[in-house]
């Protein structure tokens, strides 16, 4: 699977973003799809997912009620729409790709249970 995301920018606080995810070479819909992200000297860490039928998601507490995740299998893109930015939600953002191996599979929350990577998207938010 390759991956391919876009849509970072800079953005002043209280603005919003629409990153997108494009992904090539396997069965789109197979997967779970995943929105992380690395501000300078932090760890990786999650922000959303998405099942594979597009109807199971999940957010990290800091994002929850401001960021939503969004797929269309039709065109193997995922989405994540950003709302209400703050300066902390500057970072370097990924998209990850995870096989769905079971209807009712546990959504993934770690990087490591990610198998294909993005080249990552900058988002800035200025105060």
């Known amino acids: 699977v390759q991956l391919q995301a876009s849509g970072g920018g800079l953005v002043q606080a209280g603005g919003s973003l629409r990153l997108s995810c494009a992904a090539s070479g396997r069965i789109f819909s197979s997967y779970f799809m995943g929105w992380f992200r690395q501000s300078p000297g932090m760890d990786r860490e999650f922000v959303a997912a998405?099942?594979?039928?597009?109807?199971?998601?999940a957010y990290a507490d800091s994002v929850e009620g401001r960021i939503s995740i969004s797929r269309d299998n039709t065109r193997g893109t995922v989405f994540l729409q950003m709302n209400s930015l703050k300066p902390e939600d500057t970072a370097v953002y990924y998209c990850?790709?995870?096989?769905?191996?079971?209807?009712?599979?546990?959504?993934?929350?770690?990087?490591?249970?990610?198998?294909?990577w993005g080249q990552g998207t900058l988002v800035t938010v200025s105060s």
């Open positions: 998405i099942n594979g039928g597009g109807y199971i998601t």
């Open positions: 990850a790709a995870a096989a769905q191996r079971q209807v009712f599979a546990p959504t993934p929350r770690t990087q490591y249970e990610y198998d294909y």
